[in-house]
């Protein structure tokens, strides 16, 4: 007989859990390296959830089956963000087993709506229907998964223009929205503050966006790498937060060995005569 299988809690369910009177926000950290290794290195730091992104990463459909099976049975919840809100590309990460997206560039409610429908079977959406041959399911060992895929995944748009600011309460009352996540960094950049994502008026708008969250009774996340900065989108209502980047560990990392270890170079002065370190 072959094997019938559960799926896994969404991230809607870990924020369930784990947010609230009785609960506390999570923490998570982006793991962009594209490494299965790396990614289980990070699936058992004790952190609460993974962000796996293929928008600014070479990340392809192969190298997010191989995290996703290397990050399995740890207790992360792992979430993936494809390149583009794109109805095709949302069918496969489904069909390979992802059951959390962060969808980027969520700009109004009908670019929302278009991201739920990618992840609904119709009538109430446009995907594909290919679980027998899919992961998603493991090829039907999911008793019921049609009937059930809906709830085996977590929707989660991102807010990250002036255009989704303004429009953040019509998207957040989309139906199948489960959570937003705030990006300062392109937010910034939309508003004429490239770099700048510690602007006062970039802090402004994402609290506004984090207070229409709590209004609106859905969780809403912020990446924050500066810990005062997180702390402070914390106590302001965020539900999740990302602290930290796999490539950014490792590239601070190494380069403070290298200021440890290795003398700068030699100043040279005038006339071509080293002076002293």
Request: with cysteine.
């Amino acid at each position: 007989m072959p094997l019938r299988v559960e799926p896994a809690p969404t991230f809607r369910d870990a924020l369930r859990n784990q947010t609230g009177a009785a609960g506390r926000p999570l923490a998570g950290m982006w793991v962009c390296s594209g490494s299965p290794l790396v990614a289980e290195l990070c699936a058992g730091s004790g952190l609460d959830w993974l962000l796996i992104d293929a928008e600014h990463s070479p990340n392809g459909l192969e190298s997010i089956l191989a995290q996703l099976q290397a990050v399995h049975g740890y207790p992360v919840q792992a979430m993936v963000r494809p390149p583009v809100n794109d109805t095709v590309l949302i069918k496969q990460y489904l069909d390979l087993g992802v059951q959390n997206l962060l969808i980027p560039m969520v700009n109004s409610a009908a670019e929302a709506e278009a991201a739920v429908a990618a992840t609904r079977y119709p009538p109430h959406g446009v995907r594909g229907v290919g679980s027998a041959l899919a992961r998603a399911a493991r090829w039907n060992r999911i008793p019921d998964y049609l009937a059930r895929a809906s709830d085996t995944v977590s929707v989660t748009v991102q807010i990250e223009s002036e255009a989704a600011v303004a429009a953040v309460e019509n998207i957040l009352a989309v139906d199948g929205v489960d959570a937003i996540f705030l990006g300062p960094s392109d937010l910034a950049a939309s508003m004429g503050l490239l770099g700048q994502q510690e602007h006062p008026r970039v802090r402004a708008a994402v609290e506004h966006c984090l207070a229409a969250a709590t209004a609106a009774g859905k969780p809403a996340g912020v990446n924050a790498f500066n810990p005062a900065t997180a702390r402070a989108y914390l106590a302001a209502g965020a539900a999740f937060v990302l602290v930290g980047a796999d490539v950014s560990i490792l590239a601070r990392g190494s380069e403070a060995l290298a200021a440890e270890y290795i003398p700068p170079d030699p100043v040279v002065e005038p006339g071509g005569t080293p002076a002293s370190y």
